[in-house]
């Protein structure tokens, strides 16, 4: 669910006009819904509000400070995976305590400034990882609280890029050398073992993955807790998907009520990670059509976001529906939606039935809030887009537009070029 439809055939952000905000900030333009973040980061506080828990928001699908300090304002915490999403994090006020750190390749840098805030936990990924924390935390005379991430060989049945949980992913630790990981962790000094983490893909739309995963890590719990292991946070990652087609992804609380009966009557504090399910659907990407175009047969909607603005469509060739913000009676076309980069990969939308476009006229790419600006880029030095935020009939501009001079601001002609 969310806050963007149509109101007497006009396009709105919650009681905005889409067309308002697209004419006072220009285009492209993310717009995010702040009701329907507090919405989606509430749906998880409530299923799982009479077990003890942490939602742990997965920083990189959508970083921008206006939404962390929404969540930080009610009670969210971060899941990071760079030392870059550790500083935004605290910036926005996300306490240190609900802070987790993940990721395959965390530099001696970023282990220091976890170490130094006092981070909840580092979800590590390898005894490789373990050892270097060990040597960090030691120099430092403190224990560093880490959390094993454990691969429980589970299909997500997911887009194979966004898959993470199977042998052959280079995520985490194979759940058959889990145990001998844990003792190594229990023999080095400045480690102090207080959680298991599992994370086993995006865009996941059947609960099965979920209760799979979380069975075999709990057998895995049991056995730490035959070895005196003090296990007290139990991660299950995030993932969960959300409709950008037809796609029906149970809700968190669908999730919630098959997973909680599994943990009944343990000590632990449940921790959890959405990233997409809490900012996908709260977000539009609003793009102006440019050009139209014929050609051998072809038709394409030239508009003026690209690839560089939402990558999804070219990385994954992920699916986003693509609606004018003017409704209308119109004949239906068949076009590939393109952006302006000179790359044959650019399109936000290929051989898609569409309503019939004119030349000028704004786009909305809905379901655009996560993975949408957080990897977007400059490539064809195009400064990065703005992003407004709306609340009910207020909006505020939550990142205002790069320009030229941001572009070229850290490079440096050598002195034999002048
Ligand atoms: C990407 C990621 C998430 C968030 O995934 P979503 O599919 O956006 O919910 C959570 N945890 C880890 C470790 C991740 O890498």
Same mark, same amino acid.
């Given at each position: 669910?969310?806050?963007?439809?149509?109101?007497?055939?006009?396009?709105?952000?919650?009681?905005?006009?889409?067309?308002?905000?697209?004419?006072?900030?220009?285009?492209?333009?993310?717009?995010?819904?702040?009701?329907?973040?507090? !919405?989606?980061?509430?749906?998880?506080?409530?299923?799982?509000?009479?077990?003890?828990?942490?939602?742990?928001?997965?920083?990189? /699908?959508?970083?921008?400070?206006?939404?962390?300090?929404?969540?930080?304002?009610?009670?969210?915490? /971060?899941?990071?995976?760079?030392?870059?999403?550790?500083?935004?994090?605290?910036?926005?006020?996300?306490?240190?305590?609900?802070?987790?750190?993940?990721?395959?390749?965390?530099?001696?840098?970023?282990?220091? @400034?976890?170490?130094?805030?006092?981070?909840?936990?580092?979800?590590?990924?390898?005894?490789?990882?373990?050892?270097?924390?060990?040597?960090? /935390?030691?120099?430092?005379?403190?224990?560093?609280?880490?959390?094993?991430?454990?691969?429980?060989?589970?299909?997500?049945?997911?887009?194979?890029?966004? @898959?993470?949980?199977?042998?052959? =992913?280079?995520?985490?630790?194979?759940?058959?050398?889990?145990?001998?990981?844990?003792?190594?962790?229990?023999?080095?000094?400045?480690?102090?073992?207080?959680?298991?983490?599992?994370?086993?893909?995006?865009?996941?739309?059947?609960?099965?993955?979920?209760?799979? /995963?979380? *069975?075999?890590?709990?057998?895995?719990?049991?056995?730490?807790?035959?070895?005196?292991?003090?296990?007290?946070?139990?991660?299950?990652?995030?993932?969960?998907?959300?409709?950008?087609?037809?796609?029906?992804?149970?809700?968190?609380?669908?999730?919630?009520?098959?997973?909680?009966?599994?943990?009944?009557?343990?000590?632990?504090?449940?921790?959890?990670?959405?990233? !997409?399910?809490?900012?996908?659907?709260?977000?539009?990407?609003?793009?102006?059509?440019?050009?139209?175009?014929?050609?051998?047969?072809?038709?394409?909607?030239?508009?003026?976001?690209?690839?560089?603005?939402?990558?999804?469509?070219?990385?994954?060739?992920?699916? =986003?529906?693509?609606?004018?913000?003017?409704?209308?009676?119109?004949?239906?076309?068949?076009?590939?939606?393109?952006?302006?980069?000179?790359?044959?990969?650019?399109?936000?939308?290929?051989?898609? *039935?569409?309503?019939?476009?004119?030349?000028?006229?704004?786009?909305?790419?809905?379901?655009?809030?996560?993975?949408?600006?957080?990897?977007?880029?400059?490539?064809?030095?195009?400064?990065?887009?703005?992003?407004?935020?709306?609340?009910?009939?207020? =909006?505020?501009?939550?990142?205002?537009?790069?320009?030229?001079?941001?572009?070229?601001?850290?490079?440096?002609?050598?002195?034999?070029?002048?």
């Amino acid at each position: 669910m969310h806050f963007f439809s149509y109101k007497e055939d006009e396009l709105y952000a919650e009681d905005v006009p889409v067309r308002l905000l697209a004419e006072k900030y220009g285009t492209p333009l993310y717009i995010y819904s702040y009701k329907t973040l507090l !919405r989606h980061f509430n749906a998880y506080n409530n299923a799982y509000k009479d077990f003890p828990h942490i939602v742990c928001y997965a920083l990189k /699908a959508n970083s921008n400070g206006a939404v962390l300090r929404l969540l930080a304002k009610n009670g969210g915490g /971060a899941d990071i995976v760079s030392g870059g999403e550790l500083f935004r994090a605290m910036k926005a006020g996300i306490p240190a305590e609900k802070i987790v750190y993940a990721g395959v390749g965390k530099k001696e840098e970023e282990i220091r @400034s976890a170490l130094m805030a006092k981070i909840l936990m580092f979800n590590v990924e390898s005894a490789d990882e373990l050892r270097e924390i060990d040597r960090i /935390a030691g120099k430092m005379r403190t224990k560093a609280p880490v959390a094993l991430r454990i691969n429980p060989d589970i299909d997500a049945k997911t887009h194979p890029y966004i @898959s993470t949980g199977m042998r052959e =992913h280079k995520f985490g630790i194979s759940i058959d050398d889990a145990l001998e990981n844990y003792r190594l962790a229990s023999r080095l000094k400045h480690i102090r073992v207080v959680g298991i983490q599992k994370h086993i893909g995006s865009q996941i739309t059947k609960t099965s993955p979920f209760v799979d /995963a979380l *069975k075999r890590i709990l057998v895995l719990l049991d056995e730490l807790n035959r070895e005196k292991f003090d296990i007290k946070y139990l991660d299950i990652g995030g993932g969960l998907g959300i409709t950008y087609v037809n796609e029906k992804p149970p809700v968190p609380a669908d999730v919630a009520k098959k997973l909680l009966p599994l943990l009944k009557g343990r000590d632990i504090t449940l921790i959890m990670e959405p990233g !997409r399910s809490i900012v996908g659907n709260a977000g539009i990407l609003v793009t102006k059509a440019l050009y139209l175009k014929k050609s051998s047969g072809k038709e394409f909607v030239i508009v003026d976001a690209g690839m560089n603005d939402l990558m999804r469509p070219s990385l994954y060739e992920a699916y =986003h529906h693509i609606i004018p913000i003017a409704r209308k009676k119109r004949n239906m076309i068949m076009a590939d939606i393109v952006g302006p980069i000179c790359e044959s990969g650019d399109f936000l939308a290929k051989g898609r *039935k569409i309503a019939k476009v004119n030349k000028g006229e704004y786009l909305s790419v809905m379901s655009a809030g996560a993975y949408g600006m957080s990897m977007s880029s400059n490539y064809n030095s195009r400064p990065s887009v703005a992003e407004v935020m709306v609340n009910g009939k207020t =909006h505020s501009l939550i990142r205002k537009r790069g320009t030229y001079e941001e572009l070229i601001s850290n490079e440096n002609i050598p002195g034999y070029l002048r």
